[in-house]
């Protein structure tokens, strides 16, 4: 079955350093894979998604890329802010169905 | 346009008790999920629903746990008879009808059940 390996937490960052949060995963076919990020108090908002390898999503100054031969999805921001603090959550769907299966989740956060 | 409501967001219950966790999906969305967080485990899928059908409820327990979406009301997820391991936080998500395998899910703030 499918699952979602991603690099545990919490994270504690200050302003302005370069994040990043490690996601592998086990699926068969090609899946599609997301980033979702929840913000204290909120439910989980797609904040990236990518369908195919090499595929690079991007938002919010966020980036990650598809890799098929690592069975990756790392995120990655160059430069953090404190409003980026939050939960990251890795996931993927694999093509023609509707369930995601999730990461445990990384709770990032940022200081001033 | 308000986003998925969840409620109530925190929820004690004794062992033995009944759980009653309601979702209010996005205006105009039709299919709803369910799903569940473990302590320290990622988001697993329960329950799919479209308005007074269960589409696919591979992801729920046998035994103790059933969820509707009436025609009319949000969707209802329900516990019985609760037990220390039901305690976890419940998410619910909904999308648009269409193509469902391609509609972004949109999420919920969840509720979170602790179990005494």
């Known amino acids: 079955g499918n699952s979602v390996t991603q690099m545990e937490g919490p994270v504690t960052l200050s302003e302005e350093a370069f994040l990043t949060i490690n996601c592998t995963y086990t699926?068969?076919?090609?899946?599609?894979l997301f980033w979702y990020v929840q913000y204290p108090g909120e439910g989980l908002q797609l904040l990236l998604k990518?369908?195919?390898?090499?595929d690079k999503g991007s938002n919010k100054g966020f980036e990650a890329t598809y890799r098929k031969e690592t069975t990756s999805f790392h995120l990655e921001k160059g430069s953090v802010q404190v409003s980026d603090s939050a939960v990251y959550f890795c996931?993927?769907?694999?093509?023609?169905?509707?369930?995601?299966?999730f990461g445990a989740g990384t709770t990032v956060t940022v200081r001033a | 346009n308000a986003g998925v409501m969840q409620n109530p967001r925190h929820l004690v219950r004794r062992r033995g008790q009944e759980a009653r966790l309601r979702c209010s999906p996005m205006k105009g969305h039709s299919h709803v999920y369910w799903y569940r967080q473990l302590p320290e485990e990622g988001l697993k899928f329960m329950v799919y629903l479209q308005k007074e059908n269960i589409i696919d409820e591979s992801g729920m327990p046998k035994e103790r746990f059933s969820a509707e979406f009436p025609k009319e009301g949000p969707s209802i997820l329900r516990i019985q008879q609760v037990v220390r391991g039901d305690s976890a936080a419940y998410f619910c998500a909904s999308s648009p009808g269409g193509t469902w395998a391609y509609n972004e899910q949109f999420f919920g703030p969840g509720t979170r059940l602790t179990v005494l």
């Open positions: 990518a369908t195919k390898a090499d």
């Open positions: 699926a068969t076919g090609y899946p599609s």
């Open positions: 996931a993927l769907r694999s093509l023609g169905d509707y369930k995601l299966s």
